[in-house]
């Protein structure tokens, strides 16, 4: 199976940056993967690592290290609306190549502070 | 609409009834998901189909759980004799043929058991 840790809260001041870690163990990895989810809402794709480095997106970026099973969401310039839950999520694909589900992390939920 | 969309959005039945969840998806998306999300948790596999084929049901947790897509679009996931345990946020999610994980979800349909 797999394992997928990251931090259960963090909070963060308005206009900051803040950093949220997710380590993993598989085998068969095809993928990282970060969503948003607000309360009460569905969760919502943020980005993809496949490879190695840092992948950015406007205020997102994610890193992703496969060798060391580790990948990092990284927000910048915070904004109250950013106030979540961040869900880490691995893809693997096992030997058939038919399971393409995704596992996912129990979420980090963010607080954005004025 | 142009999103997923799943009804009812809230259910509340007695232990022991049947329940029924339906999905239906982005128009065209071959593969469905459904997951289960405990209050405070990542979304947990249930089962994934790509058209009507159920190709994964590995996370399904008892045989209490059935999954049907027998047109390759709406799918209807079945609860029967529903426990306290099955209280949970039963999330739908459909991917495009893009093969990016970007999975699309539902608001999801809000079960609790009494």
């Known amino acids: 199976g797999q394992n997928i840790d990251q931090p259960t809260e963090m909070t963060a001041t308005e206009g900051a940056i803040v950093q949220i870690n997710c380590t993993y163990q598989t085998s068969g990895f095809n993928g990282l993967f970060w969503y948003q989810q607000h309360a009460g809402e569905a969760p919502t794709f943020l980005s993809y690592n496949v490879l190695d480095g840092l992948e950015e997106k406007g205020r997102f970026s994610s890193f992703l290290s496969r060798s060391k099973g580790y990948s990092y969401l990284l927000l910048k310039e915070l904004q109250m609306k950013d106030s979540a839950s961040y869900l880490c999520?691995?893809?693997?694909?096992?030997?058939?190549?038919?399971?393409?589900?995704?596992?996912f992390g129990s979420g980090t939920q963010l607080t954005v502070l004025p | 609409g142009a999103g997923v969309s799943q009804s009812p959005r809230y259910k509340v039945a007695k232990r022991g009834q049947d329940v029924a969840l339906r999905c239906d998806p982005i128009?065209?998306?071959?593969?469905l998901f459904w997951y289960q999300q405990a209050l405070g948790q990542g979304p947990e596999f249930l089962t994934y189909f790509q058209n009507e084929a159920q190709l994964d049901k590995s996370g399904l947790p008892s045989d209490r759980f059935f999954a049907e897509r027998p047109e390759g679009s709406v799918s209807t996931l079945k609860i029967q004799r529903t426990q306290q345990e099955d209280s949970a946020v039963y999330l739908c999610a459909s991917e495009g043929t893009a093969n990016t994980g970007e999975l699309f979800f539902g608001e999801g349909s809000r079960l609790t058991v009494l």
């Open positions: 999520a691995v893809r693997v694909l096992i030997s058939s190549g038919s399971a393409r589900q995704l596992t």
């Open positions: 128009s065209g998306h071959v593969s």
